[in-house]
């Protein structure tokens, strides 16, 4: 039996919970004051936190994903074929890496998203606890959350391109659910369980909710689903369906340029890494775990079988190719 610590309101949270669901894997969920024991377990306190059957911890959804991976054989997330393997990946830290800026900036950009939130947060936190700590605990925390915002790039002069970018991966799912719930075949790999993570607090928050009930209703419908996948059975497909190219090209049209920035700017020792994508200009201060992102990237895209990686270049374009490529 595993444990899993975390928060409704934590998109990784909700990625790993729909995941073990969909492997069936035996777990209790806890949220709450439990997580903070559990936070002390880890060496960077994040949730979610996985205990393990054995008493161990260890937390960072992707990695828990992979370790699950090679723990338990039945209903696997990565699929079988090395190149398709690769474009899920790629998918999935895109989702984790750029797709949490539009949750970020949706939730704390806006009043009503900050007050509901936060006051949602807190009771969720202390389950319960009384309004009048609860609404201060809240007060803390939205005034913590925002004060961040800068520091993640979910500034308003970055939103048009968060927001752009967002839309135009709810505009591709809401065109590719109705007809197939998954994007590598009849099954969902680790890309749909980024991207759930994610897209489950757009909807939520009340701005994002809003347009997703109005603009995508079938994607706001489809999280619904994917909160529980345990009775899906499926097969993989032999190559990726037009709906994750078109989503290979947002990565590459958006979260490229920023790995690239990002990691130029590293180098340089700048404080700050500017791009431009979608006709949108963006600001933030560089980060060393989105170098990492790059390295790990990298690291897949070269060690694939040369034949694998002509058809990962066919799909990704340019963009990719050029930064994934040996230096």
Known sequence: MYTLYGA???????????????RRLPFVWRDGAATQEALRQVRAPVIPVLEYPDGSFANDSTPLLYDLEQ??????????????AFAAHLLEDFADEWMTKPMFGYRWLEEVDQVQMSRWLAFDNLHGGGLKTSQSWAEQFRARQVGRMPMVGCTRENFGLIEASARAVLDILERRVTSAFFLFGTRPSLAEF??????????TDPTPQAMMRAEFPYTYR???HMD????VEGEWAD???????????????????????????LAAGAEELEMEAMGHRYRQAPFKYQAKCLADLRARYTGLADGDRARVDAWIGSAWTDLLSPR
């Open 228 to 231: 529980d996948l345990s009775g």
């Open 8 to 22: 409704l309101a934590s998109p990784y949270s909700m990625k790993i919970r729909s995941l073990l669901r969909y």
């Open 222 to 224: 489809w999280c619904a």
């Open 239 to 265: 190559e990726p369906s037009d709906a994750a190219l078109e989503l290979l090209g947002v990565a590459g049209e958006v979260y490229a340029p920023f790995l690239a920035a990002n990691a130029a700017a």
């Open 71 to 84: 723990r338990h054989e039945a209903r696997g997330v990565v699929p079988p074929d090395p190149a398709i």
């Open 194 to 203: 980024g991207l759930y993570g994610q897209i489950s607090q757009l909807a």
